[in-house]
């Protein structure tokens, strides 16, 4: 089965310090794997995608990902945080034989401290 | 910039009653989805939708959900006899490609309360 695990149900940075938000994966075959961002009362944001190519994948708000296939991770990062980061992150990814079917992990919600 | 929008914001309902969600994706976009998010628990993905008919659904979807797509612009969730575990914040997403490579624009979603 297909899904995706976000080990921390929140983490805590200072402003300005370097931040990663954890995902790993389970899929069979090559992933689709995504990040979304959810602010108080709205809906999922785009951040950035992985679909084949360079493992460092760079996205919106200074945000980047890296793609690790031998340790089936997908890490979100971002080298200085800044208070408005703070949100909830959500990984996701598409099911491999099922190509519009995704699933979510279970959300990080990221607190950035002044 | 193009958004997709959901009415209402927030529906409650009796136990047992039928209740519409409704979206309007942003118009160029293909594909379609709706998801709910339990308070406090992941985003769970219900259903895909795709040249008018359902594309992929998951195990909750079962035969009290449907969706439609009556005009060029709306795309509903219809819940035919609600419960009380329907509860929850629903998302419709929409995507301009294909085979889930695209990413998603999310609504600003519709919290139903069923007492």
């Known amino acids: 089965a297909q899904s995706v695990a976000q080990p921390e149900d929140q983490v805590n940075v200072a402003e300005g310090n370097p931040l990663t938000v954890k995902c790993t994966y389970s899929v069979s075959g090559n992933p689709y794997l995504f990040w979304y961002v959810q602010y108080p009362n709205r809906g999922l944001q785009f951040l950035l995608k992985?679909?084949?190519?360079?493992?460092l994948v760079k996205g919106s708000y200074g945000f980047e990902a890296e793609f690790n296939k031998s340790q089936t991770s997908f890490h979100l990062k971002k080298p200085s945080a800044l208070v408005s980061d703070s949100a909830l992150y959500f990984c996701?990814?598409?099911?491999?034989?099922?190509?519009?079917?995704?699933?979510f992990g279970s959300g990080t919600k990221l607190n950035v401290k002044p | 910039e193009p958004e997709v929008t959901q009415t209402p914001s927030h529906q409650v309902t009796q136990m047992g009653q039928e209740v519409i969600l409704r979206c309007v994706p942003i118009?160029?976009?293909?594909?379609f989805y709706w998801y709910r998010q339990i308070l406090g628990q992941k985003v769970e993905f219900l259903v895909s939708f795709y040249n008018n008919e359902i594309s992929e659904k998951s195990e909750i979807f079962d035969d009290q959900f449907s969706v439609e797509r009556p005009d060029g612009s709306n795309f509903t969730l219809k819940i035919r006899s609600t419960k009380l575990e329907d509860s929850a914040m629903y998302f419709c997403?929409?995507?301009?490609?294909?085979?889930?490579?695209?990413?998603?624009?999310f609504g600003p979603g519709t919290r139903l309360t069923v007492t």
């Open positions: 996701a990814v598409r099911d491999f034989d099922n190509f519009n079917k995704f699933y």
């Open positions: 992985y679909i084949t190519g360079d493992n």
């Open positions: 997403a929409s995507s301009g490609g294909a085979r889930g490579s695209y990413e998603q624009y």
């Open positions: 118009s160029n976009h293909l594909y």
